[in-house]
């Protein structure tokens, strides 16, 4: 049975529900996210992990309620949200290919001094790769720049969707460190499908399953638990 | 999605609307400050005959950008073929009637086939602009006269000799209202039937998703190249309607303010029901007409000069129209109909589409 | 020869009222998805503005010129930015009611204008130097056309050096790439809306005065009329793309100057170059569907 300590609740998720055309993709998502540390969010294929991501940060129309160390989101414009000190990791990262790396990183900057120092700390490639057009990068080069966006700034909490999808085994381990790094600046809510990032940097677990919450509690619990696991998370845990 | 109409309930309704539209020219009834004589006098008779053109052709232009989603700003191209191909053919070259429409036929085939199949190379507004070229094109040639067979700006006078006895003269205005109805009979039944066959479905799903047609396995261009060449046939068939009914030809019919008012007229009486547009035409066109007369009225003149200068002009009228029905009424009369009704079925599809980008076929 | 230069130059004068249509028009669309019908009558803003600024100013050219030519801008940005809070804002994401919003008021307000001035053109009071001509490699070469060339030319680099140097000129870069992730970003993307409008309002407002000149006078229904080869030139460029807008605008202006002369002397065909201005943008369509600058998707 896991310690309860006395951590406040950061994020916090009340009854969210996400209408996509005739499809009911969340119904009535509730769980809370620890401030500090990692909490992932796992599930299936279509469970509706990104959708909910989605939700928080107001990219889709959402009902419910969406509490930000008790701000309310729900009311709240996209860009309002992030200023409120949301960074966000899209799943398909989303750099501006046109844009070169100091450009995608100067876009990124909202407060008034962002982290630069730290940012080529945990990735010194992009530090060479400055002027370099952000569509000529490899794909782990586009997460790296992705990641720095997040830490460029003081976030409270940073959205992480599917990081290490389609990266080669040393970038996947690449992208942890740099994901244990930015954990320690920020909170950090990590949709992962490859179950062994998940156990390596996260605390707390939240599953979807079928646009509602299956289960949620430590990771370890649920990854100790082989038949748990597969129910939740499908056969293809690794 | 498009509810299909109740068949056997509907089927009677249109039915008995349009053999009471047939009868019109037998009632001697007179409906004052709608109409300015009796429902069977020619005058009356060549107003609701052009109403029931417009709601045809309306009901063309329905299929292509309720029904498929395509919005095109070129539907004029097709309607001034009609009228202008058959003008030219009967009036320049003397034609016999029947090879005359024939000919007309098979253009109102070919061209929308051939233009459709470059302009649906691309989607959204990149489609929507070059249909308006097209279109500006066909404008330019008519205006300029090539030839000397397009009459240019006079436009060109239909030359009745090789048309049959029942189709000259106002005493027949009667047999030509018959013929604008049966267009617009057959047009209706057409749309009616594109509800329920498959490519009709097909079309809808692109007008929903068309990544998603392309995963079933099906060829969305084919699909839209029909809708395209099947729409712009039956506005050719409209304009050979119009060609009769108002015995010539002239270049206002291939300008762009046509086509934005077929897109007016469908936007008004509702995209993608099967009735709304048909009376968001007839209304148009009813509209324009008696809007003529009102702006050169006593009662306009003596309006202020701030207020008389915009009334005064018919487009200002239309153009204000469009940005009132889109805020506030942008299902049409359909909707408001629906929404009286209560009944979700009649609940015309909300005229938005998600542009994509500007993909090649 | 001095023919061709003639040519040469009238069609460049031709290319860059298009190129300050087109500017707009592209970046509104990039950023925006929105096709903006009224676009035109910001050129017919700016063509009466300036008229109606520069019969009323006590002194003459150059100042008054000059006067009326700033005061048109600032008009041209005021409807721009007007229209777009008044009108776009409220519709946003429903980009088929935004087309149909702007086709309304394109029709209104052209519709207004030939109520309040009239249908006829107006003569407008163009300073006698830019009715003069200089000779250039044996050519008269009307010095409006010189002068429409320059400006374009400035107002190409001056919105290059926004996009590359500013930063809201980064931000409708990206923006047009995915204005989703700007937002996502923490940037208030609506207000970007409204400067970009407001942009294209200016250059559409200048190509109004500089049209002014260029034909000697003032014409509701000009705006529409240019509008339409601008929606060419801004397919045949690739939409979004603001340099590939540039090139078009060049292309389609020498073609159509070339063919209009040549077919009218050899075939008294006046129009040839309207008709080969569409004919081009077939090709282009079916040769590369993204146009010349644009980026193919997928």
Known sequence: ?????????????????????????????????????????????????????????????????????????????????????????????????????????RLAERDKRPRYD?????????????????????????????????????????????????????????????????????????????????????????????????????????????????RYLGAGGH | MLRQPRSGRSTVAAFVIFALLAAIPFVDFEIPGLFNGPLNEPGTLQLLALCATFAGVALSYNLLFGYTGLLSFGHALYFSTGIYVADILLTRYHWALLPALAATFAAGIVLPFVFGAVSLRVSGI????????????????????????????????????????????????????????????????????????????????????????????????????????LSGF??????????????????????????????????????????????????????????????????????????????AEPLFILGALFIVLVFFFPGGIAGIA???????????IPVDVEVPPEVAQ | MSTVILLLVTGLGLGALYFLIASGLSLTYGLMRV?????????????????????????????????????CLVVGAIVAAAVEIGLIRPLYRRHVEQVLVTVGLALAFTALVQGTFGPDPISYPAPSWTQGVTQLAGANIPNSRLLAIAVAAVVFLVLSAFLRFTRWGLIVRAGVENRAMVAALGIDVQRAFTLVFALGGVAAALAGALGALYFGNIDPERGTATLI??????????????????????????????????????????????????????????????????????
Not at chain 1, 135 to 161: E, P, T
């Open chain 1, 1 to 105: 049975m896991s310690t309860p300590t006395a951590t406040r609740t950061l994020l916090e998720v009340d009854d969210l529900h996400v209408h996509l055309g005739e499809s009911h993709i969340l119904q009535g998502v509730s769980f809370q996210v620890p401030a500090g540390g990692v909490t992932a969010l796992l599930g299936r294929n279509g469970a509706g992990k990104t959708t909910t991501i989605k939700a928080i940060l107001g990219l889709v129309g959402r009902s419910g309620s969406i509490r930000l160390s008790n701000r309310e989101l729900a009311r709240m414009t996209t860009h309002e949200i992030v200023r409120l000190g949301v960074g966000y990791v899209p799943e398909e990262r989303e750099v501006f290919s046109e844009l070169t790396v100091a450009e995608n990183l």
């Open chain 1, 118 to 230: 730290l940012v080529f700390d945990v990735f010194p490639e992009l530090k060479q790769r400055r002027a370099q057009a952000a569509g000529s990068l490899s794909g782990g080069q586009q997460q790296m720049v992705a990641v720095a966006r997040a830490l460029l700034n003081d976030n409270q909490i940073i959205l992480v969707d599917e990081p290490t999808k389609g990266l080669s085994p040393l970038m996947v381990t690449k992208a942890a460190s740099a994901l244990k790094r930015a954990a320690q600046a920020a909170t950090l809510l990590l949709v992962e499908q490859n179950l062994q990032v998940a156990r390596n940097l996260a605390e707390k677990v939240v599953v979807l399953d079928e646009g509602r919450v299956a289960y949620t509690g430590d990771v370890a619990d649920l990854l100790a638990d082989p038949a748990l696991a597969r």
């Open chain 2, 234 to 311: 039956l506005a050719t068939l409209g304009g050979i309607v119009y060609l009769l009914l108002l015995g010539g030809a002239t270049p206002e019919v291939t300008t762009a303010n046509l086509s934005l008012a077929l897109l007016l007229m469908v936007v008004l009486g509702g995209a993608g029901t099967l009735w709304g547009p048909a009376l968001g035409g007839a209304l148009y066109e009813y509209l324009d007409f008696r809007l003529l007369k009102l702006s050169s009225s006593s009662e306009i003149a003596s309006l202020p000069g701030w207020l008389r200068a915009p009334l």
């Open chain 3, 35 to 71: 096709l903006n019908f009224a676009h035109g009558i910001f050129l017919t803003v700016g063509g009466y503005a300036s008229w109606w600024i520069a019969v009323r100013l006590p002194f003459g050219d150059p100042w008054r010129f000059l006067v009326a030519l700033l005061g």
């Open chain 2, 338 to 348: 629906g929404r009286l009704r209560r009944r979700p079925r009649q609940q015309p």
């Open chain 3, 229 to 298: 080869f601008a929606f060419i030139v801004i397919v045949i460029g690739g939409l979004g793309s603001f340099t590939g807008s540039a090139l078009a605008a060049v292309v389609v202006g020498l073609l159509q100057q070339f063919m209009n002369y040549y077919a009218s002397v050899y075939w008294g065909f006046s129009a040839a170059g309207d008709l080969s201005v569409v004919l081009l943008l077939a090709v282009v369509l079916l040769w590369r569907p993204q146009g010349l600058l644009g980026r193919s998707v997928g």
């Open chain 2, 126 to 229: 990149a489609f929507a602009m070059v249909t308006l070229a097209f279109a500006q094109a066909g404008s330019i040639l008519a205006l300029e006269n090539p030839g000397r067979l397009t009459g240019g700006e006079e436009g060109l006078g239909l030359d009745v000799t090789n048309l049959p006895n029942f189709l000259i003269g106002v005493v027949n205005t009667r047999y030509l209202y018959w013929i604008a109805l049966a267009y617009l009979v057959l047009t209706f039944v057409i749309c009616w039937w594109a509800v329920n066959s498959r490519p009709g479905k097909v079309w809808l799903a692109i007008r929903e998703n068309e990544r998603r047609v392309e995963v079933m396995g099906l060829n969305p261009f084919a699909f839209k190249l029909l809708a395209f060449t």
